[in-house]
C-alpha cells in the first residue's frame, strides 16, 4: 500500500460547499430582490478568503461574509439571518458519492482524517448528520488558523504520526488545499467538483472528477 493516510478538505470535497451556500444564502438574497442571473458562489469565496486572514471562529466569519456579501449586492441582510446561514452549515448535503466512497476507503486500511477550515462542533454535527465514516479530524480551531496556512498539515503530522511519503491530501480546493499542499510535499488529488479551469501554474498529482475515482489508484 503506498499510502497509510488520507487526509481530506470537507466541505466542497466531501459536502456540497456550493448547494449549501446557494440554497441558504442565496435563498435568503433571493428573497430580498436579488436577482437570479447573479451568481453567488464565487462573490461568495472571494469574500471568505480574504476574511480569514486572521482568525476568528467559523461562526463569526460566515456570520461576516453573509452580511458583506448581502451589502455589497444591494440586499443587506439582518445579524440574526447571517447567524442562520451560519447554523446550516451541519445541514448541507453530502456528494451523492461520499458516504459509500469513505466506508470503503475504510475497508481497504487508509485512516481518513478531515482537515476543515471550520470550528469543531460544527464539523462533529456535519459527520453525525451526513453519516460520514472518518477516523479523526483537524479543524481551523484547533490550529488557531484557516487554511491554505499550513497549520493544519503540522498538527496532523504531529498527531497522527504519520509520513508526508505515505500520505495523500485529497481536496476541490486549488487555493485552500492544493496549492499547500504541493508546496509542503505532499502528494494531492484534486476532485473537481465544479469543472473549474486548473490554473496554468499549478499541478496536482492526480486529478479526478469526483471522489469515487480515487478509488482507482488505492488498492
Known sequence: MKFSHLTFDCYGTLIDWRAGIELNLGGLLREKGLASEVRLFPIYLKAEADEEGK????????????????????????????????????????????????????????????????????????????????????????VGSYKPSTAHWNKFFDDYQASEQRTLHVACSIYHDIVPASKLGITNAWINRYSETKPVDVNPSYVFGDLKEILKILA
Open 55 to 142: 482568525y476568528k471562529s467559523y461562526r463569526e466569519v460566515l456570520r461576516d461574509v453573509a452580511m458583506k456579501v448581502a451589502e455589497n449586492l444591494g440586499t443587506p441582510i439582518s445579524e440574526g439571518q447571517a447567524s442562520s446561514f451560519a447554523a446550516s452549515v451541519p445541514r448541507w448535503p453530502a456528494f451523492s458519492d461520499t458516504v459509500e466512497t469513505m466506508k470503503e476507503l475504510g475497508k481497504r486500511g487508509y485512516k481518513r482524517i478531515i482537515l476543515s477550515n471550520v470550528d469543531r462542533d460544527i464539523l462533529r454535527e456535519t459527520i453525525l448528520r451526513s453519516g460520514l465514516d472518518v477516523d479523526g479530524y483537524i479543524t481551523a480551531q484547533d
